[in-house]
């Protein structure tokens, strides 16, 4: 198939075609694996709304047409301002529109105890490393249209590694920061933590209110064996950011992955979780807030896939929505065949605030193997009237009640998350989006 | 294949016979027409059952709209592409007539062994029987009893000619044509169905029952079930299906439209042992029904209860709209697969009406190498203010081989609603297993009791007889599944 006989309007998502990509010289393998990705993004077409993954969030939400990739941002020889939290991280890396940097609080990157590079650099000095997760073999599922574009088109790649029992208390910080309004940010995660490391991995996104963005993210995540992995990302776009993000995590035997998602901003969010419980006795810990309101759309959807025995896997995903906020929740249990002694559990929560606000849950098992025990559960509902009557009774004005119930109801999420100044920054922002009006 | 080998599978074939005790063939004259489909087909279905034009002209705007239409392939389910020409629409045994009086012995002897009781005998006194044999319904029992209180319980042909008013205002009235594949197909040739109205204000004193039986070979069954409870009425009504063992497959593509006015009460419950094939799935029984029930009036209520043990393919969603404010659904499932049977089977709970109702409870038990599916829908629009749901469903695994899977869905556009969805799915205990067999009871025994008590929040909504019934199936079923 040749791109001449391909109608762009089908398979093109507009900006990302034959000129969009990278013109800089790039290692070889970098450059066999986006060519492999390009081909599969030609042949896979454009998601529609008659597509069953994007029937709740019609693609049409997202006006593609408007946004022109950003260029990637180079490597700043001096550094810029410090973020608040930086130094309550080993590792900070700050990425913007121009440029990004890499500050090494702890001189563990000087000490070689932890490997935190572009991507393209890293293929350079790690090749064979980078060769084996660079295929990914953490996705479980075909090729998907915007998987193919992240691997064909990322304009920053980061590699994260930690080699065999490295402990690394306060991790690495990525931060990115973009403002230019009519581009597409396309970042790339690929973390590995070894034998019995321990690493935790913090990300938060953020934009102005006023600039139009969209962001297409591609993370992979890979927890060695007896290994520990923390990542939350806290996502804390602009009013008028669009963000299409896929996950890929995978825990070797005896792994324990920690994954936190946080979705506050963005006007359409667009995410997918996959989870591949590898080996024995891995355990996978997936929790998720997020929290809808004016006319935000948020749209998550998790895999929790148990590819081996003695398995185990809990999720919960907490949501709520208010004015004109519209939530989805998709979730997948798959045990696959011969996955005994598999424990998995699935539980999503919502708190529906205000009428003309929607959340829709839709949660799944695929079982395919017998001894196991495989459970979820979904809730829909307001705040709980008698517990809004106890607080009302002891003096506390409705708004504030309201608030409080809402704040207890996601507490047990942010208590999940790993950084104490990521819980703050949640809880403020929930405070903030209870007392929004529409 | 050596000594042992056949000594093996003459047992198992033995043990078939036993296990669907149902498949036998009765040798009756048939009336058929040939296979295949199209306009002059149904027209002659419709000559033969002398309806009237209008009837007739809505069979073949259905017809039409049918083949606009594409077979739907979602469900989790496989199966060959079916040749909707290598099908005979129409076959009646030639001495069909309404009366019991008058029916073929060799039909009766045919209900008689599988339980039917068309004589009005005291054994089941309780409950009035239409029975459909292929196409027509044969015999309709406690007819006069029924009309003195006005109740009209008649098979659907005879509603047609005597009823044209009621049948054509309810008819499609909850499941149109246009609503699905097999429902539009159902409509073109659906050749009979019992017909159930209950005036203002009557409680049906006795359970209404239809029993549907697949006998010619190569034919579909496409009954049509319409029940109507105006304001204040209250019916029960049991359904139940049996078909003899054939090694091809045959399509029953059954359509029921349930209507309860304000305050009307609908229990509908089904027993469907539709013949599943045998152990490697050859032949049995494609089950693609459409069954909805419409809570139009308000404190309406309409209840399914489905036990769920034949067929190749189960392909069915009971559903209640609960239009009416205060109106209640509730939906009670066992869904039993074995072999290579697969069902793909749940509910809809589509809310309107404030203060309205949904409970649902699903139960699935799979066994073998079938695959067995839940999937439901519950739809809390804007309207349906202070809505309540509650769902629970469960999956029970006996043997590695098999599959259950669960894909609900909850749509909820208020803030004054509540809705609660709960799913398990695990292996049959190991403990509560070794705790029976410890007090002496071999394993078949043990496993058929924990199932049971698995299934009795279902079981528990059936009327007795059909309960004991259902109970009775199961065991029969779960037989040889062990171990």
């Known amino acids: 198939m040749t791109t001449a006989q391909l109608d762009p309007a089908v398979v093109m998502v507009p900006g990302f075609d034959e000129s969009a990509r990278p013109a800089a010289a790039e290692p070889d393998l970098i450059t066999a694996r986006r060519e492999a990705a390009f081909k599969q993004y030609l042949e896979l077409p454009m998601p529609t709304a008659r597509d069953e993954e994007w029937r709740r969030t019609d693609p049409a939400l997202i006006p593609f047409e408007r946004f022109k990739p950003a260029e990637a941002p180079r490597r700043r020889a001096a550094p810029s301002g410090a973020g608040p939290w930086d130094d309550t991280f080993d590792v900070v890396v700050s990425v913007d529109d121009t440029g990004f940097e890499i500050r090494d609080n702890a001189g563990l990157l000087a000490q070689g105890g932890l490997t935190v590079q572009p991507l393209a650099e890293a293929a350079q000095r790690h090749p064979a490393l980078i060769e084996r997760y660079l295929q990914g073999p953490a996705r479980v599922k075909h090729p998907r249209k915007f998987s193919a574009l992240g691997d064909a088109f990322w304009r920053f790649g980061l590699f994260i590694h930690a080699p065999a029992k490295a402990i690394i208390p306060r991790g690495v910080l990525i931060r990115y920061t973009h403002a230019q309004s009519g581009r597409s940010v396309v970042p790339r995660l690929l973390a590995v933590v070894e034998d019995q490391a321990e690493l935790t991995i913090a990300e938060h996104y953020e934009s102005p209110d006023d600039a139009e963005l969209l962001a297409i993210t591609t993370r992979e995540l890979y927890a060695g064996p007896g290994a520990t992995l923390r990542a939350a990302s806290l996502q804390e776009w602009g009013a008028r950011t669009y963000h299409i993000g896929e996950d890929w995590v995978r825990a070797e035997r005896d792994a324990r992955i920690e994954w936190v998602t946080l979705l506050l901003g963005g006007q359409v969010s667009k995410m997918m979780v996959s989870c591949d419980v590898h080996e024995p006795n891995a355990q996978a810990y997936l929790s998720g807030l997020f929290f809808a309101n004016r006319t935000q759309h948020v749209d998550q959807k998790t895999l929790q896939l148990h590819t081996a025995p003695n398995t185990y896997s809990n999720l919960l995903y907490k949501g709520a929505v208010k004015d004109q906020g519209h939530s989805v929740y998709q979730g997948i249990i798959d045990a696959a065949p011969g996955a005994i002694k598999v424990d998995a559990y699935q539980m999503n929560n919502n708190l529906i605030l205000t009428e003309g606000a929607r959340a829709d849950s839709l949660p799944g098992l695929e079982i395919d193997a017998d001894d196991l025990k495989c459970s979820h559960g979904a809730t829909f509902g307001n705040l709980d009237q008698n517990q809004l009557f106890y607080l009302r009774a002891r003096g506390l004005p409705e708004a504030e009640a309201r608030q409080l119930l809402v704040m207890a109801f996601f507490e047990e999420v942010i208590a999940r998350v790993p950084h104490e100044f990521m819980r703050e920054r949640v809880r403020e922002d929930v405070r903030r989006k209870c007392g929004d009006a529409a | ?483």
């Not at chain 2, 403990?431 to 698995?454: C, H, K, M, P, W």
């Open chain 2, 1 to 483: 294949m050596n000594q042992t080998e056949t000594t093996h599978k003459l047992e198992t074939d033995s043990k078939l016979v036993r296990e669907y005790q149902y498949g036998f063939v009765t040798d009756v004259d048939t009336d058929e027409l040939p296979k295949g489909l199209n306009e002059d087909i149904i027209r002659a279905i419709s000559q033969k059952k002398n309806e009237p034009v209008w009837m007739t002209e809505w069979r073949l705007k259905s017809f039409r709209r049918w083949q606009t239409m594409r077979e739907p392939r979602w469900a989790k389910v496989t199966y060959p592409e079916i040749d909707y020409q290598d099908i005979r629409y129409y076959s009646a045994p030639k001495s069909a007539s309404s009366g019991a009086a008058q029916a073929d012995p060799e039909l009766l002897k045919t209900f008689e062994r599988l339980g039917i009781p068309l004589y009005e005998r005291d054994r089941l006194a309780g409950v009035a029987v239409d029975a459909v044999f292929d196409s027509v319904s044969v015999a309709t029992t406690h007819r006069e009893m029924l009309a003195e209180k006005g109740i009209i319980f008649c098979s659907m042909s005879e509603a047609i000619q005597e009823h044209p008013e009621l049948v054509r205002k309810y008819l499609g009235s909850v499941v149109p044509p246009s609503d699905n594949f097999f429902a539009a197909l159902n409509s073109a040739v659906f050749s009979d169905g019992s017909f159930c109205y209950i005036p203002k204000g009557v409680r049906c004193p006795v359970e209404l029952s239809t029993y549907f039986r697949i006998n010619a070979r190569d034919t579909g069954q496409f009954e049509r079930t319409l029940i109507v409870a105006e304001e204040d009425a209250y019916v029960s009504y049991i359904e139940g299906c049996t078909a003899p063992m054939r090694d091809t497959n045959q399509l029953h593509a059954a359509v029921v439209e349930l209507v309860a006015l304000d305050r009307a009460q609908i229990k509908y419950s089904t027993v469907q042992n539709w013949y599943a094939g045998d152990e490697k799935g050859h032949g049995g029984i494609y089950n693609f029904v459409t069954k909805r029930g419409h809570c139009r009036g308000a404190h309406s209520k309409i209840s399914w209860t489905q036990v769920e043990v034949g067929a190749a393919i189960t392909w069915k969603y009971p559903s209640v709209i609960l239009e009416g404010d205060h109106s209640v659904g509730e939906f009670y499932s066992v869904a039993f697969t074995n072999n290579r049977m697969q069902a793909d089977t749940g509910t809809k709970m589509i809310h309107i009406g404030a203060h309205t109702k949904s409970t649902i409870i699903s139960k699935g038990i799979s066994a073998g190498e079938s695959a067995n599916s839940y999937r439901g829908l519950v739809q809390i629009l804007p309207s349906a203010q202070h809505a309540r749901n509650h769902t629970c469903c469960d999956s029970m695994l006996i043997g590695d081989k098999c599959s259950a899977n669960t894909y609900p869905v909850i749509e909820a556009e208020t803030s004054t609603a509540i809705t609660e969805h709960e799913a398990t799915t695990s292996k049959i205990s190991e403990e509560q297993l070794f705790y029976v067999q410890s007090r002496g009871i071999d394993e078949e025994s043990a496993t058929s009791l924990i199932v049971n008590g698995f299934c009795k929040d279902v079981f528990k909504e059936l009327p007795l007889e059909f309960s004991v019934e259902a109970i009775k199936l199961l065991e029969l079923k779960l037989e040889h599944s062990v171990g």
